[in-house]
């Protein structure tokens, strides 16, 4: 990793795609994902608002723990 300069910025509306104006180079997404690009490609970035809903993951298990969602069903062994 190293200090990227930032020559300027925009605020981006949401759905207006935007042409990227870098040459080439590389569009890492997710950390996993990278999408190359070269002289020649056309690339645009579009914004979509509210495009991935987010979970609460500890509120979720908090929720199950409640309510009894993490608990074994008893089994009925007969012992002889």
């Known amino acids: 990793m190293e200090p990227v300069p930032i020559a300027n910025w925009m605020r981006l509306d949401d759905g207006v795609p935007h042409r990227v104006q870098q040459r080439a180079g590389i569009v890492a997404l997710d950390g996993e994902r990278e999408l190359v690009f070269k002289a020649g490609d056309e690339v645009t970035t579009t914004l979509k608002e509210n495009a991935f809903r987010s979970i609460d993951v500890a509120a979720c298990m908090r929720y199950a723990a409640r309510s ?12 002889r």
């Open 68 to 79: 009894g969602l993490m608990r074994r069903p008893v089994s009925h062994t007969v012992v």
